[in-house]
């Protein structure tokens, strides 16, 4: 099982990016998907989520200014982010489990690599 992350790169204040996950084996379909991110000399922390029969989920640093989206047929998921901050600047991760919405990053038994995101002002 593998998680690719893409989309990442710079943005003024404002901007927006489109962050892309691409899985294997048929991960997405029965599982909950979130990004994560992680800020420089910060942990790890939970962006936004979505679940197999499509609720979402999303922190309140990025509720209103990110989507979460997600395409069983390409098994793949997706993050708009829209009205980016510098505070978004961060190394953004994709990960899965098998099972209910989570926040916190242990639980979560998938990870791809992290693209990063940087915002200027």
């Known amino acids: 099982v593998q998680l690719q992350a893409s989309g990442g790169g710079s943005a003024q204040a404002g901007g927006s990016l489109r962050l892309s996950c691409v899985g294997s084996?048929?991960?997405?379909?029965?599982?909950?998907m979130s990004w994560f991110r992680q800020r420089p000399g910060k942990e790890r922390e939970f962006v936004a989520a979505i679940v197999w029969g499509g609720y979402t989920y999303y922190s309140d640093s990025v509720k209103g200014r990110f989507t979460i989206s997600r395409d069983v047929a390409r098994n793949s998921a997706y993050l708009q982010m829209n009205g980016l901050i510098p505070e978004d600047t961060a190394v953004y991760f994709c990960?899965?489990?098998?099972?209910?919405?989570?926040?916190?990053?242990?639980?979560?038994?998938?990870w791809g690599q992290g693209t990063l995101v940087t915002v200027s002002s």
């Open positions: 990960a899965s489990r098998r099972g209910t919405l989570n926040t916190i990053p242990v639980s979560y038994d998938f």
């Open positions: 084996g048929g991960i997405l379909s029965s599982s909950t």
